[in-house]
């Protein structure tokens, strides 16, 4: 059975301090919760095939991916102290 607070506590040894009070302020997991989002919209695509063009979507998917990438390698103001 999944324990949270093994986990949490696995998360405090292996990320950057702080990780809990910083990780929304940086950009690459904000562009990694949104994509996550954007993928899970495929799942119900049919839904919305009338009112997103799949060609805007497929463009979408691909630009947030993208975006993700130069987010994870772009210097964040305020993050230095995390090295």
Known sequence: ???LQRAVV????H??????TDALRFWSVRLALF??????????????????????FAGLSIV???ALAV???TK????????
């Open 35 to 56: 994509w996550g989002a954007l993928s899970g919209l495929f799942l119900v695509w049919p839904a919305f095939a009338n009112v997103i063009p799949l060609w805007a």
């Open 15 to 20: 990320l950057i301090d702080d990780w809990r």
């Open 64 to 66: 947030m991916s993208a």
């Open 76 to 83: 964040q103001p305020g993050m230095d102290d995390h090295g």
């Open 71 to 73: 987010a994870r390698l």
């Open 1 to 3: 059975m999944f324990n």
């Open 10 to 13: 696995a998360l405090d040894k």
